[in-house]
């Protein structure tokens, strides 16, 4: 019997964020201001795109699917925070651990392969204009979501049977806020050896290899940029170029940061590290309407229109 629970957990414990409990409570405010923000700026983001039939294009398109896919990274994890940080609700059950790690990861995949998409529709919109609406066409744009997806649920599905195979007889008790694949998998006193493994191929096959085209990509994009005549056309290239990869870096840099101090910052105390990695989480959802909003001048001026008809009424 004592076997057979190892194997299927009743919960886990997140513990939190260690070394500040004092002051849970006022770590909650900040994280809850920037959780309204993200969910009501990428709600009015998706309803913009949704009521206004001049932002029916493939960019637009995509920028959607960045907005619920910033909803489903941040809703994924920051109530749970909040109920740690405010409620002192700790536990969790085995399956909500799997659930919460699988649309945790799988959302950050799928935001990753998003922005990739995005580059190269800025690559055909700048480097072959004239030809954009032939091979930027809907059943295009079909295949391209279909293919995010499907790529995105397939490599991370994997994660959620290996830990389901794990034994967990040693400790329950996951010292951070969510519940994330090697973290996880570290409280097994099995060999976790796949899980490892598993784990970097992930992020090698996908993440690196969609920053490596990000950046091909722009490369011909600059290109292409600097070799327009006309000043206007390359400010607006550029403007239109802006948005992007500030979000590109918002991204992925706080993402490899994070990397990087978990596997060799063994010096950085452990409460920083959590602190960071659920800023991770929440805060790039919360800029990217805002950056989009104040970047992009199509959405201005719809958010204006309709702020200002309402107020006529």
């Not at 998706?46 to 932002?55: K, N, P, R």
């Not at 066409?137 to 490599?155: A, E, M, N, Y």
């Not at 659920?278 to 992009?296: E, H, R």
């Amino acid at each position: 019997m004592n076997n057979l629970s190892c194997y299927n957990p009743g919960s886990f414990i997140l513990v939190g964020i260690p070394g500040l409990e004092k002051i849970h409570v006022w770590i909650g405010i900040p994280f809850c201001i920037i959780y309204v923000v993200a969910v009501s700026g990428n709600c009015i983001l998706l309803y913009l795109i949704a009521v206004e039939h001049s932002l029916h294009e493939p960019m637009f398109f995509f920028l959607s699917l960045l907005a619920t896919t910033d909803l489903i990274l941040s809703t994924a994890t920051v109530p749970k925070l909040l109920s740690n940080l405010w409620l002192g609700s700790q536990e969790i059950t085995f399956s909500g651990c799997l659930t919460q790690m699988f649309f945790l990861h799988f959302s950050f995949v799928v935001e990753s392969a998003i922005l990739l998409a995005m580059a190269f529709d800025l690559y055909v919109a700048i480097c072959f204009p004239l030809r954009y609406n032939t091979i930027m066409t809907p059943q295009v744009i079909i295949k391209l979501v279909v293919s995010i997806v499907v790529r995105s649920f397939s490599v991370i599905l994997p994660d959620v049977f290996l830990l389901k195979r794990l034994p967990f007889c040693r400790t329950r008790i996951i010292p951070h806020t969510y519940c994330e694949h090697i973290g996880v998998a570290r409280l097994s006193s099995a060999d976790i050896s796949i899980n490892i493994w598993y784990g970097f191929a992930v992020p090698l096959m996908t993440v690196i290899s969609d920053v490596i085209f990000i950046a091909v990509s722009y490369i011909f994009i600059l290109h292409a940029v600097f070799q327009l005549s006309c000043q206007g056309a390359r400010q607006k290239a550029l403007n239109t170029c802006g948005s992007h990869v500030c979000v590109i870096l918002m991204f992925y840099t706080p993402a490899f940061f994070s990397i990087l101090a978990h596997r060799f910052g063994h010096s950085v105390p452990r409460h920083v590290l959590i602190l960071f990695a659920n800023l991770y989480v929440a805060i790039p959802p919360a800029l990217n309407p805002i950056i989009y909003g104040v970047k992009t001048k199509q959405i201005q001026d719809i958010f204006i229109f309709l702020f200002s008809l309402k107020k006529m009424q």
